[in-house]
């Protein structure tokens, strides 16, 4: 079984700074891509970033130059750094791992994270 939990979230302000954590939990072998999604009220989930086991990365258009994603592989932890964040940001963010290896040899695909709400509110 492979577990994703996500810390960080809370209230922050126009222009502040907040750091989303997730750490993934189990027999790990080996994580391919870990992303960051997040879901406002009343829309889509969609992307915000991603970053694979090598360190290569990718952002929204909307968050470029102001969030960074990095990755402990070793840990099996993935860090969102927001950056100026602005009210558009506000939503529930949520971690995945698009596929985990566990040293007994099982595939699991599309593990999410039960999510961390972020509020941007002066």
């Known amino acids: 079984q492979v577990q994703l939990v996500e810390s960080g979230g809370g209230l922050v302000q126009p222009g502040g700074s907040l750091r989303l954590s997730c750490t993934a939990s189990g027999s790990i072998f080996t994580i391919y891509t870990m992303a960051w999604y997040r879901q406002a009220p009343g829309k889509q989930r969609e992307l915000v970033a991603s970053i694979t086991s090598g360190g290569n990365t990718n952002y929204a258009d909307a968050v470029k130059g102001r969030f960074t994603i990095s990755r402990d592989v070793a840990a099996n932890t993935v860090y969102l750094q927001t950056n100026n964040p602005k009210p558009e940001d506000t939503a529930v963010y949520y971690c995945?791992?698009?596929?985990?290896?566990?040293?007994?040899?099982?595939?699991?695909?599309?593990?999410w994270g039960q999510g961390t709400l972020v509020t941007v509110s002066s």
């Open positions: 995945n791992a698009d596929s985990v290896r566990t040293d007994d040899g099982k595939r699991y695909l599309a593990v």
